[in-house]
């Protein structure tokens, strides 16, 4: 079975730094892909350089058989990458269901098709209370959540999460690890940065860990978390999978 | 663009992409006021209304939807106005064609200026705004030849339908009106398409827009396109009424900063807060201009733009928005 | 190529002046991240205060920036207690309107108390310097070095005193700052208050090279914006190298092209940074395509 996500050798550069550093890795179609790492070591940088916002410096992205290493975001998102930010960016004027009918637009043209596939959306994460509400009035918690329903909406074949649990109380963050969990079967591929661990341990089939712009470890959770680079690199944090 | 309104059920006050009474009320009340007789000694101040009312609903559709807030509309309102005046006087070309011309010319200067500065944000575009509309402004005014440069151009006034020259201000009247008709059913067709969404979604969230797959500078583009078009338009009828066209006041900061005002005080990103802008700023300003202009030159734009900032700081939403919160209020809940 | 070199070296001396009038500007941006568009009017209310000043007490108006400069601190206080800070929590819109609204209302009042007339000071200088077969107006090279003073000791103050620390601090994040503990309003009022306080040292200087009345703000507020987006907002190095490439740009166009279109280049050349520079040439990086208030 053929990628649907390649990264081969990526490279960014800023000025004098170097935030991705020779990066390499695949993703199968109906993986979870957990994507952890230290602050600042180029998570974020990451999920740019796939979705198109950022430009590499060298290397080469394809998705599902194309070529989009240069492409622009909007252009990457209608092909089926979906992503989420990692400090909301809702469209702060709009109610909830007009903000995740932007994203549903990619499959339904019509304003009454997209709408109910919003409405559908929201129902999914759980956010029906907040229909009409303008997004303004959302807590952080919640704007995670129109996010996540955001980049649904859009019908991605792959889907970029980044820390979608961050700052969620525990229920709140086992339901959306629930859910997450449940994406790859409704055959949607997930790539998860997250800094929430045991989350992220439980659900993910497999883990990258990032450091400094490297690639230092790629494997089974159980084996990343005893992974004596991968501890190193946390400082010596231990790494609860309970 | 597919069109969405609901004739089932008419709300009472102003909801996005939807009639309501209040808009049908308003419009019969239009209709009324250019009845010759009804208002007299108004015509010329009701006139205007409409069509700086109209201005202002173009103006909106790049500023008010789409977030972008340009300092350098006169450029598109002297663009359509000189196409259409220099195809009437040099090429006998009649204005109900030359406006279309006009407005294809300034969608095109809008697509130029989206190219160079859509890209640029906050006050960096509404600056490159201001210095695009003075390079036509100065443009303009040294190409003799074809503007007439300073000396400006002239209409010859004998009222002809065929030239867009009427006797009566009530047909100049029901022109200007049609036109803001025009402008504000574009403006609410736009309110229920997926375009409108789009600008929309670029307007509040570039980023989170380019991620749910829409293309901002294109969305940008059109939307500059589309209101420079019907700027256009406005500046022609604007020619066809006044007869002359003089460059320093067709393409002034000014003229564009009139351009942006109306919107902001009626309500941005609203049907109808333009007009309610337009219809609140343009009598005050000739009833200032008429009753104090001569007794101390720039007295009425003292108090006019005293007023303004006092609105701006404390009626951000505009006077549409003052509405909508009316419109919430639930005493009886 | 004499007449060159004196073209080039006009050029500089007045956009040095030109410089001047524009730091104020450009440090506003930098710390507030606002752009005041009735900056031109503060110019020419400082302008005019200059020109009374000499009516009045028969000096030269260089002697007027005494009274000048502080006054126009002050004018920047109260513009920033009444106008200003009331609409920085607001959306973006509304400072830009109300200070374009403000400059409307200065320009009128202006033109309702001191009429349209231009007015003009009394020739300070009788003959011009020359240095070989160049020659230079005092008043310009009066300018250059009254700029250049200036630069410098703001470029000491930025780097070496608590204030200059305390501005660099909030340039670059205005929450940290805050909690910090350095006093963020204070700093936007006293940095707007020295801002303005530019503006009427510039006035001084110009006062003697240009004639005053009202509408004479818009002829430099665009000017002053071009010089701010070549050299970068924020930067004042970058306002001095901005002021010189625009004084040296608009010395050779009015020469060597028709003075018309001269005008019309430099809005070209403004359009043309914008495009391809748009942080100029010292600005922080991606300024322009991030904005503020994001």
């Given at each position: 079975m053929s990628a649907l996500l390649q990264v081969n050798n990526i490279r960014r550069a800023f000025r004098t730094t170097?935030?991705?550093?020779?990066v390499s890795f695949d993703v199968q179609p109906g993986e979870l892909l957990g994507l952890i790492g230290p602050n600042g070591a180029g998570k974020s940088t990451l999920f740019n350089l796939i979705a198109g916002v950022l430009p590499s410096t060298s290397g080469q992205i394809i998705f599902d058989g194309k070529?989009?290493?240069?492409?622009k975001s909007h252009d990457i998102a209608r092909i089926g990458v979906g992503r989420t930010f990692q400090i909301p960016k809702p469209y702060?004027?709009?109610s909830v269901v007009e903000n995740v009918m932007l994203s549903a637009f990619l499959r339904e043209k019509s304003l009454a098709g997209a709408r109910r596939l919003a409405e559908a959306t929201l129902v999914d994460v759980g956010l029906t209370d907040y229909i009409?509400?303008?997004?303004?009035?959302?807590s952080v918690g919640l704007l995670k959540r129109l996010e996540v329903a955001r980049a649904l909406a859009m019908g991605p074949k792959l889907v970029l999460f980044d820390?979608?649990?961050?700052?969620?109380t525990p229920t709140e963050v086992g339901a959306m690890t629930k859910f997450v969990a449940a994406l790859p079967s409704r055959g949607i591929t997930v790539i998860w940065v997250e800094h929430v661990l045991y989350a992220i341990m439980k659900t993910a089939t497999r883990m990258l860990v990032i450091n400094r712009g490297k690639l230092i470890a790629e494997g089974a959770p159980a084996a990343i978390a005893r992974h004596p680079a991968v501890v190193k690199a946390y400082l010596g944090e231990e790494m609860d999978i309970a | 663009m597919s069109v969405e309104f609901r004739p089932t059920r008419i709300s009472m006050l102003p909801k996005r992409g939807q009639i309501s009474w209040f808009e049908i009320l308003s419009l019969s009340i239009s209709i009324l006021l250019?009845?010759?007789?009804?208002a007299p000694n108004f015509q010329d101040v009701i006139l205007l209304s409409f069509l700086f009312g109209g201005l202002a609903l173009a103006w909106n559709i790049s500023?008010?939807?789409?977030?972008?807030?340009?300092?350098?509309h006169s450029a598109f309102f002297g663009v359509g106005a000189y196409t259409s005046t220099i195809l009437l006087v040099n090429?006998?070309?009649?204005p109900w064609i030359g406006v279309w011309i006009g407005a294809l010319f300034s969608a095109v200067l809008g697509s130029v200026l989206a190219l160079i500065c859509a890209r640029l944000r906050g006050p960096f575009f509404i600056l490159s705004t201001l210095a695009f509309a003075e390079v036509v402004r100065i443009g303009a005014l040294n190409w003799s030849s074809l503007t007439?440069?300073?000396e400006g151009l002239s209409i010859m006034?004998?009222?002809?339908l065929t030239n867009m020259v009427f006797a009566s201000k009530t047909t100049y009247a029901a022109l200007m009106l049609t036109y803001l008709v025009l402008v504000y059913f574009v403006t609410k067709s736009l309110e229920a398409s997926r375009f409108g969404y789009y600008l929309l979604a670029i307007r509040d969230n570039e980023d989170a827009a380019s991620a749910a797959g829409v293309n901002p500078l294109a969305g940008k583009t059109a939307a500059l396109a589309l209101s420079a078009a019907l700027t256009g338009v406005g500046g022609s009828l604007f020619a066809q009424y006044f007869l002359y066209l003089d460059p320093t006041y067709m393409i002034s900061p000014e003229l564009s900063f009139q351009f942006a005002l109306l919107p902001a005080v009626g309500?941005?990103?609203?049907?109808?807060g333009p007009v309610l802008g337009s219809f609140l700023i343009t009598p005050l300003s000739e009833l200032l201009r008429s009753h104090l202009g001569n007794a101390a030159a720039g007295l009425h734009l003292v108090i006019y733009s005293f007023s303004l900032v006092i609105v701006m700081l404390y009626?951000?939403?505009g006077v549409a928005g003052a509405l909508n919160r009316v419109s919430h209020w639930r005493p009886f809940s | 190529m004499n007449t060159f070199i004196q073209l080039v070296i006009s050029g500089v001396l007045i956009g040095s002046v030109y410089a001047l009038m524009s730091i104020g500007l450009t440090l506003i941006f930098g710390v507030?991240?606002?752009?005041?568009?009735?900056h031109g009017e503060f110019l020419m209310i400082a302008m005019y205060g200059a020109w009374a000043f000499t009516q009045v007490f028969g000096l030269n108006p260089y002697l007027a920036a005494v009274a000048i400069v502080p006054a126009m601190s002050l004018f920047g206080a109260v513009v920033y207690r009444l106008i200003v800070s009331p609409a920085?929590?607001?959306?973006h819109l509304v400072i830009v309107f109300a200070t374009m609204a403000l400059s409307i209302f200065l320009q009128n009042a202006a033109l309702m108390t001191m009429t349209a007339d231009l007015r003009d000071i009394p020739p300070i200088f009788n003959h011009s310097i020359s240095i070989g077969p160049i020659f230079l107006r005092p008043e310009l090279l009066l300018g250059f070095l009254i700029t250049i003073a200036c630069t410098v000791g703001l470029q000491w103050m930025i780097k070496k005193t608590y204030f200059g620390k305390a501005i660099r601090a909030t340039v670059q994040d205005g929450e940290a700052a805050m909690l910090m503990g350095i006093p963020v309003p204070r700093i936007f009022l006293m940095t707007f208050a020295g801002g303005s306080a530019l503006v009427g040292l510039s006035a001084c200087v110009m006062m003697p090279l240009f004639s005053v009345f009202p509408s004479v703000g818009l002829n430099f507020v665009l000017i002053a914006f071009v010089i701010v987006v070549l050299g970068g907002m924020g930067s004042i190095e970058g306002a001095l190298l901005g002021g010189i490439c625009v004084g040296v740009t608009q010395s050779l166009s009015s020469y060597y092209v028709a003075p018309a279109f001269g005008q019309m280049f430099f809005f070209v050349l403004f359009l043309l940074v914008l495009i391809?520079?748009?942080?100029?040439?010292?600005?922080?990086?991606g300024a322009a395509t991030i904005g503020m208030n994001e």
């Open positions: 170097l935030a991705i550093d020779d070529r989009v290493t240069g492409w702060r004027q709009l009409e509400a303008p997004a303004s009035s959302l820390e979608i649990v961050a700052g969620l | 250019i009845i010759p007789g009804i500023g008010g939807y789409a977030g972008l807030i340009s300092f350098g090429y006998g070309v009649s007439g440069g300073p006034p004998t009222p002809l309500g941005l990103g609203t049907a109808v009626f951000p939403t | 507030l991240r606002i752009v005041n568009f009735a920085l929590d607001k959306p391809f520079r748009p942080n100029g040439i010292l600005g922080q990086q």
